[in-house]
């Protein structure tokens, strides 16, 4: 019998209503339509607004959303984590408020913390319940909302965040489909170059921290350019040779959603043309977490069981990862 694999059985995604363009940024900070489409492929972005609403109520419609088209009761789910740079609280967890939003109870669930590379680090790590047969049922969510510590004064990074989340239902497959795959790495040399300095147990909240600006996204953008552009597309190139795949191989590569400009690289370096490469960037902007599920959601129309799935993605810390996924309907 072939060792089962976890199956992504169903996606489903969530953005809020409220859409923020360029034009409307123009009259925020110093900067342009132009500047921006040019330099990031972004056209507008969502926001979440609302006073005490946070990543979990993105998550938790994205699961109600999921559990209906796959038609699963709460009380089928037995894990759930959520992979989130925006957490509502420092506790209790997101994964936790989100399964209570959704109904499901007396269950593990808990958060994973990777940046941008949040949703393949817990799609690689709730694969192996699925796999060890531990769990019939897994719900991987990837919820952020990054208006939350955007500052809208810096027009270096509050036109590259939006806000949503996707999530997807895992279930063991023994006929080949599922995430066959996966590699995850980080390197805390990227500490400097993004972060929010302010906020944790090292900076906590003061007077001065909020003063400097410091519970706010900092990016230096060449930097972090110049790592994403090598890491991500240097571990997507591993992953393929390691499962013997050429580009012609690969029916869809699946980027986060950073930079038109990396995902290019990325595409080039794999040998993978820009007509097989998932790309909602332009309506959504950079939704850290939630950005490879969305991209799923968007196109899962177009997606075919056997499809060979590349999942890359580059974070701050920095992290980066990727997944080998065979599409399972």
């Known amino acids: 019998m072939t060792q089962a694999k976890a199956a992504i059985t169903g996606v489903h995604g969530y953005v809020p209503d409220y859409i923020l363009t360029n034009a409307e940024l123009e ?6 339509d132009e500047w921006i489409v040019s330099r990031t492929g ?3 972005r969502h926001i979440l607004k609302g006073e005490g ?3 979990s109520h993105m998550g938790a419609e994205a699961v109600k959303g999921l559990l209906a088209k796959t038609n699963t009761t709460p009380d089928e789910i037995d894990l759930l984590i959520c992979a989130t740079t925006t957490p509502d609280f420092v506790f209790p967890c997101t994964a936790n408020l989100i399964c209570d939003m959704v109904g499901i109870r007396n269950i593990g669930s808990f958060d994973i913390q990777a940046a941008c590379s949040g949703f393949v680090y817990a799609l690689t790590v709730g694969s192996q319940f699925i796999e060890t047969g531990k769990y019939k049922k897994v719900v991987i969510v990837g919820a952020d909302k990054m208006s939350a510590i955007v500052d809208y004064t810096d027009r ?43 906020g944790g147990s090292r900076f906590p909240p003061t ?30 190139a591993e992953i393929m040779q390691r499962n013997q795949l050429s580009g ?22 794999m040998g993978v043309g820009m007509d097989k490469v998932m790309l909602n960037i332009q309506k959504y902007g950079n939704t850290t977490a939630a950005t490879i599920p969305l991209c799923l959601w968007d196109y899962e129309s177009q997606l075919h069981k056997g499809d060979n799935l590349i ?9 980066w990862a990727t997944a080998y996924v065979k599409w399972a309907y």
Not at 311 to 319: E, R, S, V, Y
């Open 53 to 55: 609403m946070g990543s």
């Open 311 to 319: 999942l890359a993605a580059f974070g701050g810390g920095f992290t």
């Open 156 to 198: 270096k990074t509050c036109v590259l965040f939006g806000d949503g989340a996707g999530a997807v239902l895992l279930e063991a497959d023994t006929e080949g489909y599922g995430v066959l795959d996966s590699i995850i790495r980080s390197d805390g040399v990227g500490q400097p170059y993004l972060h929010q300095k302010a």
């Open 27 to 32: 009259e925020m900070v110093d900067t342009n």
């Open 42 to 44: 972004i056209k507008e």
């Open 248 to 269: 012609s191989d690969v029916a869809w590569l699946v980027p986060h959603q950073a930079n038109k400009r990396i995902i290019e690289a990325t595409a080039n370096r």
């Open 207 to 236: 007077h001065e921290t909020i003063d400097k600006r410091w519970h706010y996204v900092y990016q230096d953008g060449p930097q972090v350019f110049k790592f994403a552009v090598k890491n991500m597309a240097d571990l997507s």
